[in-house]
Each structure stands twice: as structure tokens, then as C-alpha cells.
């Protein structure tokens, strides 16, 4: 059996693996030692287990990802999520359709501060969808708008996925974060419109809005101006290059801590913030250790080259190859987690899209946006769940039918990013 069918080989078992419930960084781990020793031996496979965790966890950009992920978790428990909701649904929420489109511009917001889809999604379902029932959305829309709206915490910056996609392909995380900026906001827009056309063609989903009381723009100004400011700082000071990736982390890690304090959050609820920030970079550093030693394999077997070989032999062109790798994710998605799905696919797809001629800034912004349909189909899109947990009396297919509107938002905007790459590739040029 030659090397690259021993490569192909492990790759599915990976899969296989992580479909099956084995935590993904362990699956790695495991099929990378296992192919390595078939490859090489015991004793080539223990050097790889003594210096690929190293490698893996030493390199001082990674000290973004806790920073980043202790960012997040003190947004959320800050608090300043209702603050967003309030602002954003004074702004629209007396519009036709107004208070979905109000989450939609929360989550985006909320998103910016604290960079995960779950927190985005757990924390907007608990506010926004009591909302909309009480104004006489139906649970469809209300549950559907909240679990795609969710997502947008994937994509736009700071994003944990585009941290961990930076670190494993060498790209610039600055860079990767200001490319997230137009896509993310054409995300929104798109959302937009997919409540709007979703009402019109189906006005029976929701109600005006009633009148509410006068609005204080003074104290809603107050309570979300810090976080908005905290967001500009970070992005702004990454785009204009006053400060590195791990300086902004920095800024932000320590600006949504002061935030928390500001909120006046008790010992205990700072104490569980800091533990969950450990629990969550931990699990990150271990699944990169798993892919590290899953690299070691995969490069040991020449898998990539033999790919892009046969893909350069082929009639396909590179952007029939695209279509066809992107197509892929969207299927991989169903069953699998985004980062789980990142981790697995980069080692092998990467090398054979930058052979392709393809931007690694552009291809991150397209996987990244890719995995966020991930989230929300079926049957493990994990934001469909983290919807109905923290919703009481949500049926599951209230929720499944909703999104529909929003997966053919994603797919659209997704072949608008493929078609027009200067949508992704403009900002970062003018850095």
C-alpha cells in the first residue's frame, strides 16, 4: 500500500472518528501517532509525540487565543448584550418585521465583542425570542432569525475560527480579521433581506410591533457605548497598525474585564468567567496539538502533492475545483462541528488551493463562512440546539424551518464572495 492511500486512509478515520463522538483533537492524535509509526517506525513516531506538541502549543502568536477567548467570555457576562438588543431594537423595531431585523444588528454587534457563534447565539436566543413572541412574531421566524444571526459571531472579528485558522496555514491574523469586515457586514444585509422577503411572501409570521415607551438614548448610549468603543479600538488599531494581533487581544481581553467590574458581576460569577476562559483555551490547545501531530502524518505520506497532481492532470478548472471543495464543507457541515471541521480538512485542502493559485487570505474568509451553514443545518447544526436549550416550549422543526430563509442567504453570499474575491481582498490591501 503506497503513502498517500496510508494518508487518504487516516484522513477517513479522522472522519470517521470524530463522527462517532471521539473529541476531535484526540482523533487526531491518534490516527497522526498510529500512521506515523505504520509510516516510519516506533522510534521516528516518538520523536514526532516529543516535538510536534511542543511546536504546536510554544509559538507566541498563540497567546492571542486566550485573550481573545477571555474577551468574549467577560462581554457575556457583562451583560452588554441586552444594552445592543435595546439600542438596536429602538432603532427598528417598529418596523414591519423590525424586531428580527433588531437581532439581527444585535447579534452582528454582540458578535464583534465576543467572537463565538455559541455565546452569540445562547445569549441573543434568552433576550430576542421572548421578545418576538410577546410582540406576536411566530416561533419559526424568531427561533430562525436568532440561530443564524448567531453564526455572524464566527465571521466577524475578533473570531476564535480565524485565529485557529491564521495559526494552522501561517496567515496573517490581522489581516484575516480586517478581510472579515465587508463579508460580515454583507452577511448582515443579507440576513436582512431574508427577513424581509420571508414577511412578504409569509406576512401571517409576524406582527407590528405596539407602540413601546419613550426611549432614553442617553442611558442606551451609556450602557452600550463602552462596548462599541472596546470593538473599535481593537479592529481600528489592527487596521491603522498601532498595535499587533496580540496587543489588540490584549486591549480587548483587558477592556471587557473592566467592563464586567463596571457591571458590578460578583466574585463568583468572575470566577466562573476566568475558569470557563481556561476550560475553552485549553480544549483549543490540545485539538492543536491533535492536528499537529495528524500534519506530521499527513505530510509524511505526500497525500497533497498526489492531490494536486491529480487535479492538475485533470480538465477541471480551479474554480470547478473550488466549487467543489466548497461543496464539500457545506455536505461535511451536517455532521460535523466547525472548528472539528477546520482542524481535520486544512492539513489536506490548503496546500491544494494556494497550488490552485488562490488567495490563503480570501480562503479563510470562504471556509469560515462556509462553516457558519455548518451551525445551522441540520441534523447536527449545533446553534439549532443551543436555540431550543435556552428557549422553553421550542419545537426543533419550528427552528429547522425557520433558518431555511438564511441558509439561502449564506449560499449567496457565499457565491458573491467566490465571484467578486475583491469583496474579501480590498481592506486588507489598503493596509
Do not use: H
Not at 433576550?127 to 427561533?143: C, F, L, N, Q, T
Not at 472596546?230 to 497598525?241: C, E, Q, R, S
Not at 470562504?366 to 447536527?380: K, N
Amino acid at each position: 500500500m503506497s503513502d498517500p492511500v496510508i494518508g487518504l486512509l487516516g484522513f477517513l478515520v479522522a472522519l470517521v472518528l470524530a463522527f462517532v463522538g471521539v473529541p476531535v483533537g484526540l482523533a487526531m492524535a491518534m490516527v497522526g501517532v498510529a500512521g506515523f509509526t505504520i509510516l516510519n517506525g516506533p522510534m521516528a513516531a516518538g520523536f514526532a509525540l516529543s516535538v510536534a506538541p511542543f511546536e504546536a502549543v510554544f509559538p507566541y502568536s498563540l497567546s492571542v487565543v486566550p485573550l481573545f477567548v477571555a474577551m468574549g467570555v467577560f462581554a457575556a457576562r457583562s451583560g452588554v448584550s441586552r444594552g445592543l438588543f435595546d439600542m438596536a431594537n429602538a432603532v427598528v423595531g417598529r418596523l414591519r418585521g423590525g424586531v428580527a431585523i433588531a437581532t439581527i444588528g444585535a447579534c452582528a454587534l454582540f458578535g464583534a465583542i465576543c467572537g463565538s457563534s455559541l455565546a452569540t447565539a445562547a445569549t441573543m436566543g434568552r433576550i430576542a425570542v421572548p421578545e418576538m413572541r410577546r410582540v406576536g412574531y411566530a416561533d419559526s421566524i424568531s427561533a430562525g432569525t436568532v440561530a443564524a444571526a448567531g453564526t455572524l459571531g464566527v465571521l466577524i472579528p475578533p473570531s476564535v475560527l480565524l485565529v485557529i485558522y491564521a495559526l494552522l496555514t501561517e496567515t496573517s491574523i490581522g489581516q484575516l480579521f480586517i478581510a472579515a469586515l465587508i463579508p460580515g457586514l454583507l452577511a448582515v444585509a443579507l440576513y436582512v433581506l431574508a427577513v424581509v422577503i420571508t414577511i412578504r411572501i409569509r406576512p401571517n409570521l409576524v406582527r407590528d410591533a405596539p407602540p413601546g415607551p419613550a426611549v432614553d438614548w442617553y442611558k442606551l448610549g451609556l450602557d452600550v457605548m463602552p462596548a462599541l468603543l472596546l470593538f473599535a479600538v481593537v479592529i481600528g488599531g489592527l487596521y491603522l497598525g498601532l498595535f499587533s494581533p496580540t496587543e489588540a487581544a490584549a486591549i480587548g481581553a483587558t477592556g471587557a474585564f473592566l467592563l464586567a467590574l463596571a457591571k458590578r458581576i460578583s466574585a463568583s460569577d468572575l470566577l466562573s468567567a476566568a475558569l470557563e476562559t481556561v476550560r475553552t483555551s485549553a480544549m483549543i490547545f490540545f485539538i492543536l496539538i491533535g492536528a499537529a501531530l495528524f500534519n506530521f502524518f499527513l505530510e509524511s505520506t505526500g497525500l497533497s502533492g498526489l492531490m494536486s497532481g491529480w487535479i492538475g492532470q485533470s480538465d477541471l478548472s480551479p474554480i470547478s475545483v473550488m466549487l467543489i471543495i466548497l461543496l464539500f464543507y457545506v455536505v461535511l457541515g451536517c455532521f460535523m462541528d466547525a472548528l472539528s471541521m477546520i482542524l481535520l480538512t486544512i492539513p489536506v485542502v490548503f496546500p491544494l488551493v494556494t497550488g490552485l493559485g488562490f488567495d490563503p487570505i480570501w480562503f479563510g474568509i470562504i471556509v469560515v463562512s462556509v462553516a457558519e451553514i455548518g451551525l445551522i443545518t441540520p441534523p447536527i447544526g449545533i446553534n439549532l440546539f443551543i436555540i431550543q436549550g435556552v428557549v422553553s416550549r421550542l419545537r426543533q422543526a419550528d427552528v429547522m424551518r425557520g433558518v431555511i430563509p438564511f441558509i439561502v442567504a449564506d449560499i449567496v453570499r457565499i457565491l458573491l464572495l467566490v465571484a467578486f474575491p475583491g469583496l474579501v481582498l480590498l481592506l486588507p490591501s489598503m493596509m
